[in-house]
């Protein structure tokens, strides 16, 4: 329980610094690069009403946070994780359609009120999120319209990442695409190397593994990625924005608000 408090006060710190609010939210994101953008574009607040209701969790890589038509009882702003959403097709093939990290939130459907996850949402990057249990979050989102607005515009993006996702899978070809899903895991983590083993990246990618092998060598080989025993530091990010398809910039320029 004390751990609990001090886990909130700490979390408190991060989400309320002390500085004005600046007119442009990603700022404080910048100075807090730890925490969730979503919760931190909000005003200082609605950030102290959530608070209470907010807890930090350790998510840890490959955990499945829901499945297909599970009940959603908790939602999670990741801070440094990532979380993939997976269509499943026929019971037992996965694809992923969309990447949540610190830019938004996982459990969207329950922003619109729809208690049941379409996806499964599978941990795609150890890190830490802020979780909050489905009712309460249901209560604050009815009374704040800054949340309501955060969301609503969250919503669009994470459509608009689904659709163009929906796309590339037919259109691009693997060796764009892996570049395009490196950039955007590298994004949201900030950080390199990153933990990815081949059959992970086939089942993201929806290719099988050989695919992906000849996709990341075709990248190594032209040294804009390194890449061995599942670990993948990007060398050249520039060039690796070059070899991506164009999605990548397409879905980013919404994120950013551009
Ligand atoms: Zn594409």
């Known amino acids: 329980m004390e751990m609990d408090i001090a886990n909130r006060v700490s ?13 442009d939210p990603t700022r404080i994101a910048k100075r807090i690069p730890e925490a969730n953008n979503l919760l931190a574009a909000l005003p200082r607040k609605e950030c102290r009403h959530l608070i209470d209701e907010l807890e930090q969790v350790a998510l840890t890589y490959g955990e499945v946070l829901y499945e297909p038509g599970e009940q959603i009882k908790y939602v999670y702003f990741p801070n440094d994780s990532i979380v993939s959403l997976l269509t499943l097709v026929d019971q037992h093939q996965a694809l992923e359609v969309g990447l949540v990290g610190r830019e938004g939130m996982v459990g969207v459907p329950l922003a619109l009120e729809i208690a049941i996850s379409p996806v499964r949402a599978l941990v795609q990057g150890t890190g830490t999120a802020m979780r909050m249990k489905a009712t309460p979050f249901l209560k604050e989102l009815r009374r704040s319209q800054p949340l309501q607005r955060e969301l609503h515009r969250y919503t669009y993006t994470l459509m608009a990442q689904i659709t163009q996702t929906a796309a590339c899978n037919r259109f691009h070809v693997v060796e764009a695409r892996l570049a395009r899903w490196l950039l955007m895991t590298h994004d949201r983590m900030q950080s390199s190397p990153f933990r990815l083993t081949q059959e992970f990246l086939s089942h993201m990618l929806g290719v099988r593994r050989v695919g992906v092998t000849k996709a990341a060598r075709t990248l190594q080989q032209n040294k804009l990625i390194s890449y061995s025993r599942g670990n993948i530091t990007i060398l050249d990010r520039k060039g690796l924005e070059a070899a991506a398809c164009s999605c990548y910039e397409i879905v980013k320029d919404m994120h950013d608000g551009g």
């Open 11 to 23: 979390v408190a710190n991060r989400l309320i610094p002390t500085l004005p609010r600046p007119k």
